[in-house]
């Protein structure tokens, strides 16, 4: 008896294997053969280009190797999925602003579902009534000019802190990326990096939906022991800031309520909630503050990291071209996020004379882009700030989305809400890194430093 409820077993497993394989091999060519789609390299049955990315190459490497074969707007089958990756400022004008609506969702990923609770978040929160008042939350609340004006002084702490810890290593060999996160966030973002960066493309089971249940990669185990870390982590900030709160408000019965941080708006916004309740799914929830801190938190970890003797200010920033295109240059050799989260097409569409059937994936390849002799015909490999400045060759050229072959935040409907933050969390701590010491590389050992300091001593303690 059990063993022949075991061998039916493995023949429905076997039989639903051969079905997908054949679905695979025979369905998918016929109907590509009605669609015009991009020119793009051949995919083996089941796996289709999968392969690519499994090799030496990381993954943005790879696929800009293969678009240098078959164009900046290429086609692959990546497992079940087709997707169409972005290589080109041309064809990123056409997916990003031309069809800037169509391609304005993301693929539904095992990232949003189990770690940023069931889409409860922006970043991989699908087009629809959640994401848009997400949205108009970042637009109006969290990351509004006003709002980002007002958090000055934390950065300017931070900013301190850091000149402070970089001086009493002043002379050492030192990793400074290890400097520039905070002791949590650094233990935090190791246990991402493990997956997060890399999970967007080359998770198996991202792209093979009906081998996900094996997890050959570990990816989901991963992901769920992360989600738990953060569940405590998350439970902690809220139940110390609705403590605060409460307090507050019976000590201020009806005063207005002054928040300290970004916690502290999410959390009023729950309570008034209701009030600006468009649709009733898009109602933001405890789940929601916990989903956005996530985002907020990983999108600033992961991506930020003279004579009158006084530190650089932000408001200095506008008078100070060199470290603009110092930034300019950082981010185009090495942006932060070198294939962009996955987009999702909502709708057949036909771009650049190529068919994109709805739900077709893009990615799109910012590392590529930065690479491409088109948009940098000079020396793109080198580090050149001084291509950004006046009659540089790429004067003029700036990174809020309107200039394509140079998109660290993205462009259209889903750029980055915070990059004028970002801008401001990773430009005055630069410049203030120039400004206050010198640098060394010690010969022969990679991605260390030494620091020295170039200011008197007692603008490096951490208040005045
Ligand atoms: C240098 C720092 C940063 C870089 C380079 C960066 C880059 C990006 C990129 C490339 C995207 C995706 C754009 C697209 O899909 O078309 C994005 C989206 C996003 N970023 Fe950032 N980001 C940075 C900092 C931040 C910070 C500090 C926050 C939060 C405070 C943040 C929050 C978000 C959110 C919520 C989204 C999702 C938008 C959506 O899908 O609707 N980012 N960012």
Not at 305 to 333: C, G, H, M
């Amino acid at each position: 008896m059990k063993l022949s409820s075991t061998l039916s077993v493995t023949v429905a497993l076997l039989a639903t294997f051969v079905i997908l394989v054949l679905s695979s091999i025979v369905w998918l060519p016929s109907r590509q053969k009605q669609l015009n789609l991009p020119p793009g390299p051949w995919g083996w049955p089941v796996f289709g280009s999968l392969g690519f990315l499994a090799g030496a190459l990381l993954p943005h490497c790879a696929l800009a190797a293969l678009a240098a074969r078959h164009g900046p707007l290429m086609h692959l089958r990546l497992g079940s999925f087709h997707a169409v990756v972005v290589s080109s400022a041309e064809a990123a004008r056409l997916v990003l602003k031309t069809h800037d609506l169509t391609f304005a969702d993301r693929p539904l990923t095992s990232f949003g579902k189990i770690i940023v609770y069931g889409y409860k978040g922006i970043l991989e929160t699908p087009n629809g009534p959640y994401w848009r008042m997400a949205w108009k939350l970042c637009a109006t609340e969290l990351l509004s000019v006003r709002r980002v004006e007002s958090f000055e002084h934390v950065r300017t702490e931070e900013m301190r802190a850091l000149v402070h810890g970089l001086s009493e290593c002043a002379g050492a060999i030192m990793p400074l990326r290890e400097r520039l996160l905070s002791h949590r966030m650094r233990n935090t973002l190791r246990m991402y990096e493990a997956f997060a960066v890399t999970g967007t493309v080359s998770n198996l089971g991202e792209w093979v939906p009906w081998l996900g249940w094996l997890d050959v990669q570990g990816f989901v185990r991963r992901m769920k022991r992360v989600h738990e870390l953060f569940k405590q982590f998350f439970k902690q900030i809220l139940n110390e800031h609705e403590k605060d709160y409460r307090k507050s408000h019976d000590a201020r019965a009806s005063a207005e309520f002054v928040a300290r941080d970004l916690v502290d708006v999410l959390l009023r916004l729950v309570e008034e909630g209701d009030d600006m309740l468009e649709e009733q799914e898009a109602r933001l929830t405890r789940d929601g503050v916990k989903a956005f801190i996530h985002d907020i938190m990983i999108g600033g970890m992961k991506n930020t990291a003279v004579t009158i003797e006084r530190w650089v200010t932000e408001r200095d920033l506008p008078d100070l071209p060199y470290s603009d295109a110092l930034v300019k240059e950082t981010i185009r050799l090495h942006p932060a996020s070198p294939i962009m989260f996955p987009h999702r097409a909502r709708e057949d569409t036909v771009v650049g004379g190529y068919d994109i059937p709805a739900g077709m994936r893009v990615l799109v390849n910012a590392w590529a882009m930065a690479r491409n002799p088109a948009s940098w015909p000079d020396a793109l490999d080198a580090f050149r700030p001084e291509r950004f400045l006046a009659g540089g060759s790429a004067e003029g050229v700036d990174v809020r989305g309107a200039h394509f072959q140079l998109l660290p935040f993205g462009s259209g409907h889903r750029m980055c809400p915070a990059y004028n933050l970002a801008l401001k969390e990773v430009a005055a701590p630069l410049a203030n890194l120039v400004h206050g010491f010198t640098w060394r590389l010690p010969d022969g050992v990679p991605l260390v430093t030494v620091p020295k300091c170039r200011l008197p001593a007692y603008l490096y303690a951490t208040v005045d």
